[in-house]
């Protein structure tokens, strides 16, 4: 009985200790948080091409970056109105390409810019009325389109260089954002078949190929549009100057590359700057 007693003591003195002193507890409890947060957070460098903005709160903004490093990103920044913003506003335009010093932490879907710096300025794409509606209207299709949280080399490359050619370039701008679609096509495991065209054929939206005889369903383009198409399919942004159109067949020809890409992309959404793009060349 004594040893039974003796035990009692015991234990009340360390749930009373814990009475008596609960910040010593608490301290090392919480240095223990503060560690494992410490060691769940990386601070990484990265190039980036921003895509899209949406507003959190009056305080803050939501970025989504393509990185170079991770893929598509997310991170929360401090809008142009508050005082602890360490981005500049000029520098979150879609299709900005930026350095960046950013913060990852474990299991978090938006993360924080700790730096952010213009890699080259994109004046012409900012200023000039029909280069900012193309870059407003692909960096959309882009938001829409990659989803992927993990690095893409050669998809990255292809998106880096494009910028820059939209910047620099004086002719063909108005076939720009058709070759930039068609090539992005290839990126994302959609480009057309390699089936040469031929007189008096139709382009079969759904199967990606060019057809003899009328598709059984609706999704195809008919002979003139056709035609149009397979144009589109010799263009780059080296030999796109050469490449005349009409501003019926820009306006329309648009169209049905984002119903093509609708038709192979799952849970592609109606592109709200369409609407802009097919009456800019009209």
């Known amino acids: 009985m004594r040893h039974l007693a003796n035990l009692r003591p015991q234990r009340y003195g360390f749930f009373r200790s814990y009475q008596i002193f609960p910040r010593f507890f608490k ?3 919480s240095r223990r948080l503060k560690n494992h947060y410490i ?9 980036g091409i921003v895509l899209h903005s949406l507003p959190y709160n009056d305080n803050y903004v939501i970025i989504t970056i393509y ?4 893929g598509r990103m997310a991170y929360m920044v401090a809008s142009a109105r508050s005082r602890k913003t360490s981005v500049a506003r000029a520098l979150l335009q879609p299709f900005s390409v930026l350095d960046l010093e950013v913060e990852h932490q474990n ?3 938006i993360h924080r810019i700790k730096e952010a710096k213009s890699n080259f300025i994109i004046s012409q794409i ?10 407003l209207f692909l960096s959309e299709v882009l938001y829409r389109t990659i989803q992927e949280k993990e690095a893409n080399r050669a998809l990255f490359d292809f998106l880096y260089r494009s910028i820059n050619w939209l910047e620099i370039a004086d002719d063909g701008i108005a076939n720009f954002h058709l070759t930039f679609l068609l090539q992005l096509a290839s990126f994302i495991g959609i480009r057309p ?19 003899e005889t009328i598709p059984s369903h609706p999704h195809y383009l008919n002979q003139s549009d056709s ?3 397979a144009r589109l399919l010799r263009m780059n942004y080296e030999n ?4 005349t159109f009409t501003g019926r067949e820009r306006s329309v020809i648009v169209r049905h590359i984002i119903d093509y890409f609708r038709l192979h992309l799952s849970d592609f959404p109606e592109i709200k700057s369409l609407a802009v793009m097919s009456s800019l060349f009209e």
């Open 240 to 243: 796109m100057a050469l490449y």
């Open 39 to 47: 060691c769940s957070r990386m601070l990484y460098k990265t190039r």
């Open 126 to 135: 900012r200023h000039q009325p029909v280069k900012n509606a193309i870059a």
């Open 107 to 109: 299991n978090r879907d």
């Open 193 to 211: 078949g390699k089936k040469v065209y031929r007189e008096n054929t139709y382009f079969d939206l759904l199967n990606g190929i060019f057809s």
């Open 227 to 229: 035609i149009v198409f």
């Open 27 to 29: 301290k090392k409890s």
């Open 67 to 70: 990185t170079e490093e991770f």
